[in-house]
């Protein structure tokens, strides 16, 4: 079955930096879109940060130029590159694997908490 696993979170100061890691198994990596959402407390999940099979990227506004999404087709692996952190990005973050409108699948989370 699919798996998705989600690691790298944690308690970070404004202004730092952390790398998130969802490692997949039990599906064909390369061909699905991967993707990574956050859901603060009290707010609906939202869209991050988002990697086709093909490459090409996408960014919720308020990550830009902070974010960056990037994928190991060998390793069956996507991160998310996190830099200049700020308290507002403080979630759980959430990995997902979407191929077409078909199949849709999503990790457990991890937190991740931006305080001094």
């Known amino acids: 079955q699919v798996q998705l696993v989600e690691s790298g979170g944690g308690l970070v100061q404004p202004g730092g930096s952390l790398r998130l890691s969802c490692a997949a198994s039990g599906m064909t990596f390369s061909v699905y879109d991967m993707g990574w959402y956050r859901q603060a407390p009290g707010k609906q999940r939202e869209l991050v940060a988002r990697i086709t099979s093909g490459r090409s990227t996408n960014y919720a506004d308020s990550v830009k130029g902070r974010f960056t999404i990037s994928r190991d087709n060998g390793n069956y692996t996507v991160y998310l590159q996190m830099n200049s952190l700020k308290p507002e990005d403080t979630a759980v973050y959430y990995c997902?694997?979407?191929?077409?409108?078909?199949?849709?699948?999503w990790g457990q989370g991890t937190q991740v908490t931006v305080s001094s």
């Open positions: 997902n694997a979407k191929w077409f409108s078909i199949q849709n699948y």
